[in-house]
């Protein structure tokens, strides 16, 4: 008797597993996911701000300021600082049930991230154009690889919010455009663009201070 | 109840457009150094502190209310804080094994490259420059030191006209005769301290490179050994294969000059 009902409920664990520490799982496992990119992105940071001046060996221009584009890249920055205001207000109303709206900042949050690569391309093609290469000094190699994987980051984002939008409009999948993958989505994005704040400052910024 | 339940939940549209507004007046203020830079009136620099503050200000804000971190678990809250207090811990770490927060003792700014490399001595530039080429690419065309000095006598075959040899060619130049030789390690002398001294000092005690005066001959101490050191160079030391820059004649009498610094007689 004991035996059998402890079979059931076993049956049940596995059919229906409690939320872990009484959350959605799938929240708790993005969040899990975001705290080891803080590692990752943590130790990209770390490199390029460790090698920073450091380049004895291969002390060999271009150097950071006479290669940057300021201008462009504060652009870029403002357009990926926008597209965290679209995102919420898409995810407003997902939670609002308002699907037209919701299809509507989605799509716009995804232009605004194809611009954002869009800038870095052409960042990355000037930049190169002007002697900055992959492997060429130090600072070429850190600057590229920091801000080549948070573009990488960006893309899969753009790829992952368009498929929302396009779910959203076949009958059999648009349940899966719910609340709680829109937020994930979101919690995603809003840290591509938390990422993205602290490069701007450290990589870029902080060259002009006097 | 429900009503200030949802409005706990999802903030309002305005809520999230105000705090669009404020990241928005925090990056204008952050590009102010750049319209400097562009040369607009209103430009002005601004301390590193107030960038990084600025920066951290817009960081917590998206993090707090557009991940809903400040309404959401507080396990959410312990998870992602934990990662991240990790990858700061992990940077500074890193930041220092590699010395980012180095000062000089005596207070004065941490210099860049170009300064450092200002104050080197053109013969070490040089040999830096050497050692450069050695982890980077083939050495560049090698300046010819032609050393006139001596010329007479010290050709061992005494075909003056040749062109010079093929470097792993069987050299030309009897080196073990040259040992003992006055006019070949005064010559040698002139040749060591224009390249040599930079890694083994002008008195030949060593520094970078080892000391060539003592007893002590990590390939051998016979002016033979000697010269093939410095035609050969040593793999995975700054020694590298100094016979295209100082030339054959130049090696062979390096080598007789090493040689009479007693240490391996």
């Known amino acids: 008797m004991a035996t059998h009902e402890a079979a059931a409920a076993d049956a049940s664990y596995h059919a229906h597993p409690p939320p872990s520490l009484n959350v959605p799982q799938l929240k708790l496992a993005f969040w899990t996911f975001l705290a080891s990119e803080c590692m990752f992105f943590g130790s ?10 450091k380049d004895v060996l291969y002390s060999q221009p271009p150097y950071p300021v006479e290669t940057f584009d300021v201008v462009v890249t504060s652009i870029s920055t403002f357009d990926l600082l926008m597209s965290s205001v679209t995102m919420v207000l898409a995810l407003a109303a997902c939670q609002a049930g308002n699907v037209q709206r919701m299809r509507f900042w989605l799509g716009m949050t995804a232009l605004l991230g194809i611009i954002f690569v869009s800038f870095q391309g ?15 000094n130090l600072f070429g190699s850190t600057f590229y690889v920091l801000t080549g994987l948070h573009g990488t980051h960006v893309t899969i984002g753009v790829f992952w919010l368009l498929t929302l939008t396009v779910l959203s409009f076949i009958p059999e999948h648009a349940h899966k455009v719910n609340p709680l993958t829109v937020e994930v989505a979101g919690l995603y994005w809003h840290f591509v663009d938390i990422v993205w704040i602290l490069i701007f400052t450290l990589v870029y910024l902080l060259e002009y201070v006097p | 109840m429900s009503a200030h339940d949802a409005a706990h939940d999802h903030p309002s549209i305005r809520f999230y457009l105000g705090i669009g507004t404020v990241l928005t007046v925090a990056t204008f203020i952050e590009v102010l150094p750049l319209f400097k830079v562009m040369g607009l009136s209103f430009g002005m620099d601004l301390p590193a502190w107030l960038l990084i503050g600025l920066s951290a200000m817009k960081f917590v804000l998206v993090v707090l209310f557009f991940m809903h971190l400040q309404f959401d678990d507080k396990n959410y809250r312990r998870l992602f804080f934990g990662g991240l207090l990790l990858a700061m811990a992990m940077t500074g770490a890193l930041m220092t094994l590699f010395g980012w927060f180095w000062r000089p003792a005596d207070g004065s700014g941490a210099r860049t490259v170009a300064e450092i490399m200002a104050d080197i001595p053109r ?13 980077g690419k083939k050495p560049s065309a090698a300046p010819a030191h032609g050393h006139g000095t001596g010329d007479d006598g010290d050709h061992g075959a005494g075909d003056g006209g040749e062109p010079p040899p093929e470097p792993d060619a069987a050299p030309a130049i009897d080196v073990a005769s040259m040992a003992g030789d006055q006019a070949a390690i005064d010559a040698g002398a002139g040749v060591f301290a224009a390249n040599c001294v930079a890694c083994h000092a002008a008195d030949a005690s060593g520094g970078i490179g080892p000391n060539l005066k003592d007893s002590t001959w990590i390939h051998g101490g016979k002016v033979t050994e ?16 100094w016979a295209p820059i100082v030339g054959d004649e130049g090696a062979a009498q390096v080598a007789a000059y090493v040689h009479s610094l007693g240490g391996g007689q």
């Not at chain 1, 990209?44 to 001046?53: D, E, F, H, V, W």
């Not at chain 1, 000037?126 to 290469?133: A, D, E, N, R």
């Not at chain 2, 000697?226 to 294969?241: D, E, F, S």
């Open chain 2, 123 to 135: 013969t070490e530039q040089e040999t830096a420059l050497i050692i450069m080429d050695l982890y």
């Open chain 1, 44 to 53: 990209l940071i770390a490199s390029y701000m460790s090698y920073q001046g």
């Open chain 2, 226 to 241: 000697i010269h093939h050191v410095i035609t050969h160079g040593v793999a995975g030391t700054a020694m590298i294969n």
């Open chain 1, 122 to 136: 052409y960042e990355f093609t000037h930049f190169y154009l002007s002697g900055l290469t992959l492997q060429g």
